[in-house]
């Protein structure tokens, strides 16, 4: 047993007292956290970023309202239904010579035939529309040889509140130019400003007069009147009046390139205003529209002319003063307004053709706040913030002065008693409980210190025999080594152990092993060795280094034998990394590849990505089972290995596609020879099927090249396997270039796909009605609810129908019909423009039936209308008896079905045995020559004796001539539909009055057979 060294005479106490310490780190603590803080605040830039949040609202605000603005701007300037009648009543006009194109500008008299056939299509359009005005001046000559005092033709109607409903005798109309004969006619009130025809100029050259008519005029009408549209671009007053306005225009041309006048709607500023709240802005700031030169809203200074502009904020300033925008970041401007700056975010409105003669003026929603105003908030929460953080260093100090007393206390008792214990240095002190646990138990533990350290190196040993790994170690000093006595066999240096080990050849050794043997560093940092073993096996060592200090720095090592673990881990990254069934890179370890690769673009050189799929492997699987597919998939492989050069990246993706990566090459065309040999190889590469027959590898390849394509391996398989895609739906078997026009085509459709996604999200979709009469009286019986969608890419039902049945969302298709339909025909007979009595015939799939919650809230919301309500199923589609039942049985629908376009499918019996309909819809494909064609006669007779036998009645769809309607009626068809009775439209028109004679006459008749 070694003798132990005698202490030491006690050094005196030095350093602070316990109190001190504690008091003094948590004031460090405090005031470290309150740097923190402050440096996080400067960091995160808090008070710019809750400037550029404003901002960002701001701008957010502006878009959204300029995008319901633009709306409103769009359906004003939709005219050509209001152009295609007003130019159709003029040339009947014309050829019957009730006016003449050389006088029709002269006087209200010469020009009143086609003023007073024209003021209902006026009134129709000020109706349908979101506007407050309408008007029409004509005018055939040169406008700049007129005299500017001269007088025109014209009307000019307006509704003060279009959102209100309609007069039914247009009480809320009132004329501000219009023939005195035409007002006494129509029974419309004047407005103040009245008079009975409009003057010349009286606007100026920027009205809504001389630019569109003009522009055309001199343009020799090249093209369609819609692009000569123009917006006054600035505000107007009617001369007399003091509503301030803009209007939109467009010529009037006929076919034979005549321009005698100009149609337009007008938006009073005060309707705009109510349309462009400022209280919606921050701060209650000011919106204006204006009109730019400018193209390109990101340029670095923005000139442009106000045109009307709303007072919220009372910035004075009349509306055609210019203002200099400077662009600050991506989505605001600034500008100085009366020595205050203000902040601005500016909106586009694409109100011109591209190619249109006004397309250089470019018109904007701007939105502006004062900067004062706009970054109140984050002044105010910076004084508040200041204001705490010096408020909590003050309670922290008290705190932390507090905690250090309470907490030195028992600490100093317990130090004073090991002090007084120190004078018995063989016996081991029993401390006193001082409160605290930590301490107490501390206390509690201190006599069995050295029991349980021998205890725990007893332990530790038993533990490194048991182990299952083979440990090995050593403890270098300064001055000496020791070693376990399996530490250099298990580093394969058993040989060459030097005697006797000092530390420097300890340290020399140690550096040949790391020159020969290093593996790579372990994910705690620590060194794995390779050793190759006599038998031809690598076993792998992990080291791990600890360095201790103290009174005699020493390191330590420990060898740990974790052979079994890294070749674990490399059977895991090898199947991660490599295809089992081809021995190719999976995806992962593709992408690893080539993502390396291109951070060296100089070994790129000429490249291209190669993207396969295997054309005929679903046959072979169905065919001759998956294991002669999986053949086939690693007969590919390996014909890509082998025939590919060393550097070539391949991989199989999953299934049946391939990439492989060429890179390193001079130009193209020495790649496209190494593609040619890759291709004869695989036409040479056969298998023998089971029945006899040579299969060839036959591949669809897509080819996208580096650089021409693309720079970046995302965009180059993009385009690879567009182009692959093109030849799998084209010509199999073949490599193609990618082609970026047929990639633009592609995506067009993939626009029409978001259009679809956005109408189901929106719900933007109307509906017009189609009444269906009465074959006895011509009395509205009901209404036929049609779709209408107009977005960029889709323009008709038959489009989204279609892509609803390819995406499966038919089922969200039949809800926004039945609900939407449904709304809008409840709404219209509230106020009076539908019969309100009429059935609903709503058109409904065939193989779809609402939820139980969907029926539900129909049935809450409708109550009424499901006892009115008619569900139209179309013939040609296959009929689900579920979903039929389903619809049939909904609490308080009238059960009412009808069976569309009957004779044009392909089960007629069935689908009325089936169905049992109500109603039945003979279809236009039948209805259209029925006149003429005794076949189609024969059919509708025994149609009409099956229905009446069994409580049916019989619809005829699609009439479209008088000859038509007379058949259809003498058959014995119960209602009528169609063009020659009344088209669809948003408000439907009266029956046409040829239409209700002949009913009229067909009835008498029946009653009178000898004309009595």
Same mark, same amino acid.
């Given at each position: 047993?070694?003798?132990?060294?005698?202490?030491?005479?006690?050094?005196?106490?030095?350093?602070?007292?316990?109190?001190?310490?504690?008091?003094?780190?948590?004031?460090?603590?405090?005031?470290?956290?309150?740097?923190?803080?402050?440096?996080?605040?400067?960091?995160?830039?808090?008070?710019?970023?809750?400037?550029?949040?404003?901002?960002?609202?701001?701008?957010?605000?502006?878009?959204?309202?300029?995008?319901?603005?633009?709306? %409103?701007?769009?359906?004003?300037?939709?005219?050509?239904?209001?152009?295609?009648?007003?130019?159709?009543?003029?040339?009947?006009?014309?050829?019957?010579?009730?006016?003449?194109?050389?006088?029709?500008?002269?006087?209200?008299?010469?020009?009143?035939?086609?003023?007073?056939?024209?003021?209902?299509?006026?009134?129709?359009?000020?109706?349908?529309?979101?506007?407050?005005?309408?008007?029409?001046?004509?005018?055939?000559?040169?406008?700049?040889?007129?005299?500017?005092?001269?007088?025109?033709?014209?009307?000019?109607?307006?509704?003060?509140?279009?959102?209100?409903?309609?007069?039914?005798?247009?009480?809320?109309?009132?004329?501000?130019?219009?023939?005195?004969?035409?007002?006494?006619?129509?029974?419309?009130?004047?407005?103040?400003?009245?008079?009975?025809?409009?003057?010349?100029?009286?606007?100026?050259?920027?009205?809504?007069?001389?630019?569109?008519?003009?522009?055309?005029?001199?343009?020799?009408?090249?093209?369609?009147?819609?692009?000569?549209?123009?917006?006054?671009?600035? @505000?107007?007053?009617?001369?007399?009046?003091?509503?301030?306005?803009?209007?939109?225009?467009?010529?009037?041309?006929?076919?034979?390139?005549?321009?005698?006048?100009?149609?337009?709607?007008?938006?009073?500023?005060?309707?705009?205003?109510?349309?462009?709240?400022?209280?919606?802005?921050?701060?209650?700031?000011?919106?204006?529209?204006?009109?730019?030169?400018?193209?390109?809203?990101?340029?670095?200074?923005?000139?442009?002319?106000?045109?009307?502009?709303?007072?919220?904020?009372?910035?004075?300033?009349?509306?055609?003063?210019?203002?200099?925008?400077?662009?600050?970041?991506?989505?605001?401007?600034?500008?100085?307004?009366?020595?205050?700056?203000?902040?601005?975010?500016?909106?586009?409105?694409?109100?011109?053709?591209?190619?249109?003669?006004?397309?250089?003026?470019?018109?904007?929603?701007?939105?502006?706040?004062?900067?004062?105003?706009?970054?109140?908030?984050?002044?105010?929460?910076?004084?508040?913030?200041?204001?705490?953080?010096?408020?909590?260093?003050?309670?922290?100090?008290? =705190?932390?002065?507090?905690?250090?007393?309470?907490?030195?206390?028992?600490?100093?008792?317990?130090?004073?008693?090991?002090?007084?214990?120190?004078?018995?240095?063989?016996?081991?002190?029993?401390?006193?409980?001082?409160?605290?646990?930590?301490?107490?138990?501390?206390?509690?533990?201190?006599?069995?210190?050295?029991?349980?350290?021998?205890?725990?190196?007893?332990?530790?040993?038993?533990?490194?025999?048991?182990?299952?790994?083979?440990?090995?170690?050593?403890?270098?000093?300064?001055?000496?080594?020791?070693?376990?006595?399996?530490?250099?066999?298990?580093?394969?240096?058993?040989?060459?152990? &030097?005697?006797?080990?000092?530390?420097? !050849?300890?340290?020399?050794?140690?550096?040949?092993?790391?020159?020969?043997?290093?593996?790579?560093?372990?994910?705690?940092?620590?060194?794995?060795?390779?050793?190759?073993?006599?038998?031809? @096996?690598?076993?792998?060592?992990?080291?791990?280094?600890?360095?201790?200090?103290?009174?005699?720095?020493?390191?330590?090592?420990?060898?740990?034998?974790?052979?079994?673990?890294?070749?674990?881990?490399?059977?895991?990254?090898?199947?991660?990394?490599?295809?089992?069934?081809?021995?190719?890179?999976?995806?992962?370890?593709?992408?690893?590849?080539?993502?390396?690769?291109?951070?060296?673009?100089?070994?790129?050189? =000429?490249?291209?990505?190669?993207?396969?799929?295997?054309?005929?492997?679903?046959? %072979?699987?169905?065919?001759?089972?998956?294991?002669?597919?999986?053949?086939?998939?690693?007969?590919?492989?390996?014909?890509?290995?082998?025939?590919?050069?060393?550097?070539?990246? =391949?991989?199989?993706?999953?299934?049946?596609?391939?990439?492989?990566?060429?890179?390193?090459?001079?130009?193209? !065309?020495?790649?496209?020879?190494?593609?040619?040999?890759? +291709?004869?190889?695989?036409?040479?590469?056969?298998?023998?099927?089971?029945?006899?027959?040579?299969?060839?590898?036959?591949?669809?390849?897509?080819? !996208?090249?580096?650089?021409?394509?693309?720079?970046?391996?995302?965009?180059?398989?993009?385009?690879?396997?567009?182009?692959?895609?093109?030849?799998?739906?084209?010509?199999?078997?073949?490599? =193609?270039?990618?082609?970026?026009?047929?990639?633009?085509?592609?995506?067009?459709?993939?626009?029409?796909?978001?259009?679809?996604?956005?109408?189901?999200?929106?719900?933007?979709?109307?509906?017009?009605?189609?009444?269906?009469?009465?074959?006895? +009286?011509?009395?509205?019986?009901?209404?036929?609810?049609?779709?209408?969608?107009?977005? &960029?890419?889709?323009?008709?039902?038959?489009?989204?129908?279609?892509?609803?049945?390819?995406?499966?969302?038919?089922?969200?298709?039949?809800?926004?019909?039945?609900?939407?339909?449904?709304?809008?025909?409840?709404?219209?007979?509230?106020?009076?423009?539908?019969?309100?009595?009429?059935?609903?015939?709503?058109?409904?799939?065939?193989?779809?039936?609402?939820?139980?919650?969907?029926?539900?809230?129909?049935?809450?919301?409708?109550?009424?209308?499901?006892?009115?309500?008619?569900?139209?199923?179309?013939?040609?589609?296959?009929?689900?008896? !579920?979903?039929?039942?389903?619809?049939?049985?909904?609490?308080?629908?009238?059960?009412?079905?009808?069976?569309?376009?009957?004779?044009?499918?392909? +089960?007629?019996?069935?689908?009325?045995?089936?169905?049992?309909?109500?109603?039945?819809?003979?279809?236009?494909?039948?209805?259209?020559?029925?006149?003429?064609?005794?076949?189609?006669?024969?059919?509708?007779?025994?149609?009409?004796?099956?229905?009446?036998?069994?409580?049916?009645?019989?619809?005829?769809?699609?009439?479209?001539?008088?000859?038509?309607?007379?058949?259809?009626?003498?058959?014995?068809?119960?209602?009528?539909?169609?063009?020659?009775?009344?088209?669809?439209?948003?408000?439907?028109?009266?029956?046409?009055?040829?239409?209700?004679?002949? %009913?009229?006459?067909?009835?008498?008749?029946?009653?009178?057979?000898?004309?009595?």
């Amino acid at each position: 047993m070694q003798n132990r060294k005698p202490h030491s005479q006690k050094a005196p106490q030095t350093g602070h007292s316990i109190f001190g310490t504690i008091l003094f780190s948590l004031l460090a603590v405090l005031a470290v956290e309150f740097l923190l803080l402050t440096f996080a605040v400067h960091v995160t830039r808090l008070g710019p970023q809750l400037n550029q949040n404003a901002e960002d609202i701001l701008a957010m605000q502006v878009d959204n309202r300029s995008r319901y603005l633009q709306s %409103i701007f769009h359906d004003a300037q939709e005219l050509t239904s209001l152009s295609d009648a007003i130019n159709g009543l003029t040339q009947q006009l014309l050829d019957e010579g009730e006016i003449s194109l050389s006088t029709l500008d002269s006087s209200s008299d010469a020009a009143y035939p086609l003023l007073e056939a024209a003021a209902p299509e006026l009134i129709s359009t000020l109706r349908i529309k979101s506007v407050t005005g309408v008007f029409l001046i004509l005018n055939t000559h040169d406008l700049d040889r007129r005299k500017q005092d001269s007088l025109m033709p014209a009307i000019y109607l307006r509704d003060l509140d279009p959102d209100a409903a309609p007069s039914q005798r247009n009480a809320d109309l009132t004329f501000v130019r219009a023939p005195a004969q035409l007002v006494q006619s129509l029974s419309i009130a004047t407005d103040n400003s009245w008079a009975p025809t409009i003057r010349y100029r009286a606007l100026g050259n920027q009205g809504f007069l001389y630019p569109p008519f003009q522009a055309a005029y001199k343009d020799g009408a090249s093209l369609a009147a819609s692009d000569y549209g123009h917006w006054t671009s600035q @505000s107007y007053l009617v001369p007399g009046d003091t509503h301030e306005a803009i209007a939109y225009s467009q010529p009037l041309i006929l076919p034979d390139g005549t321009v005698y006048g100009v149609i337009g709607v007008e938006l009073l500023a005060d309707y705009l205003w109510e349309n462009l709240p400022c209280s919606e802005l921050q701060n209650n700031g000011t919106y204006f529209l204006a009109v730019t030169d400018t193209e390109e809203l990101s340029a670095s200074e923005l000139q442009l002319r106000p045109v009307l502009r709303s007072h919220c904020d009372g910035q004075p300033g009349s509306a055609d003063e210019s203002l200099t925008l400077r662009l600050h970041s991506a989505h605001t401007h600034r500008y100085l307004f009366s020595n205050a700056l203000y902040i601005a975010s500016v909106s586009p409105l694409n109100l011109y053709s591209r190619n249109a003669p006004f397309s250089g003026k470019h018109w904007l929603l701007v939105g502006s706040v004062p900067a004062v105003q706009l970054f109140a908030f984050a002044q105010r929460l910076k004084q508040l913030f200041s204001f705490i953080m010096l408020i909590t260093l003050a309670v922290g100090f008290v =705190c932390s002065w507090l905690i250090s007393r309470r907490l030195a206390r028992p600490v100093a008792k317990l130090s004073a008693e090991v002090a007084a214990a120190e004078a018995d240095s063989s016996a081991i002190p029993h401390l006193s409980a001082t409160g605290i646990r930590e301490l107490d138990q501390f206390s509690s533990s201190f006599t069995q210190l050295s029991k349980d350290v021998l205890d725990s190196s007893t332990r530790f040993l038993r533990i490194m025999k048991l182990a299952s790994a083979e440990l090995g170690g050593y403890e270098l000093r300064d001055d000496s080594v020791y070693v376990t006595d399996n530490f250099f066999s298990m580093l394969g240096l058993a040989q060459e152990q &030097p005697d006797p080990l000092t530390p420097k !050849a300890f340290r020399a050794l140690m550096g040949t092993l790391e020159q020969r043997w290093f593996y790579r560093l372990s994910p705690a940092n620590n060194k794995v060795f390779a050793i190759p073993q006599p038998d031809g @096996s690598t076993h792998y060592i992990t080291l791990r280094i600890t360095h201790i200090l103290g009174e005699s720095a020493s390191e330590v090592g420990l060898a740990e034998d974790m052979t079994t673990t890294v070749l674990e881990q490399q059977r895991i990254e090898h199947e991660r990394d490599y295809d089992t069934l081809t021995g190719l890179y999976r995806r992962r370890a593709f992408d690893r590849a080539c993502d390396a690769l291109f951070q060296q673009p100089e070994k790129l050189g =000429c490249a291209a990505l190669l993207m396969m799929d295997l054309d005929n492997l679903k046959q %072979i699987n169905d065919t001759y089972g998956h294991d002669w597919g999986d053949q086939y998939i690693r007969q590919t492989g390996q014909c890509f290995a082998a025939n590919t050069p060393a550097s070539t990246i =391949c991989s199989r993706l999953s299934g049946d596609e391939f990439l492989i990566f060429f890179y390193g090459y001079q130009d193209q !065309a020495q790649l496209r020879a190494q593609l040619e040999l890759l +291709s004869a190889a695989l036409q040479r590469s056969v298998s023998i099927l089971p029945n006899g027959k040579q299969l060839h590898i036959s591949i669809s390849g897509g080819i !996208a090249w580096y650089p021409t394509d693309g720079h970046d391996l995302l965009t180059l398989k993009k385009y690879a396997d567009f182009a692959m895609y093109q030849v799998k739906h084209s010509h199999k078997g073949r490599m =193609c270039d990618f082609d970026i026009g047929s990639y633009h085509q592609e995506a067009y459709a993939a626009q029409t796909q978001q259009d679809f996604e956005l109408l189901l999200q929106e719900e933007l979709v109307s509906y017009h009605f189609q009444p269906i009469y009465s074959a006895r +009286s011509g009395r509205v019986a009901a209404y036929e609810a049609l779709m209408r969608v107009d977005l &960029p890419t889709l323009h008709s039902p038959a489009q989204v129908m279609q892509l609803a049945h390819e995406t499966g969302r038919l089922y969200e298709i039949e809800r926004i019909t039945v609900f939407h339909s449904s709304e809008i025909f409840q709404r219209m007979q509230a106020q009076g423009l539908l019969q309100s009595d009429a059935l609903l015939f709503i058109n409904s799939i065939a193989n779809v039936s609402l939820t139980v919650e969907d029926v539900e809230e129909y049935a809450q919301r409708y109550p009424e209308l499901l006892k009115r309500l008619v569900v139209e199923i179309t013939e040609q589609e296959d009929l689900d008896r !579920a979903c039929l039942e389903r619809k049939r049985n909904i609490p308080g629908f009238s059960g009412s079905f009808a069976l569309d376009d009957y004779g044009s499918g392909y +089960s007629n019996e069935l689908n009325l045995l089936e169905l049992s309909p109500r109603y039945i819809k003979i279809d236009i494909s039948i209805v259209r020559g029925i006149d003429t064609d005794r076949d189609k006669q024969q059919i509708v007779s025994n149609i009409v004796a099956y229905a009446h036998a069994r409580s049916m009645q019989l619809i005829a769809e699609g009439i479209e001539t008088e000859a038509q309607l007379r058949t259809v009626i003498g058959l014995g068809v119960d209602l009528l539909q169609g063009y020659y009775l009344s088209r669809p439209a948003a408000v439907p028109a009266p029956i046409a009055p040829a239409a209700q004679t002949v %009913i009229d006459q067909l009835e008498h008749q029946r009653f009178n057979p000898l004309g009595l």
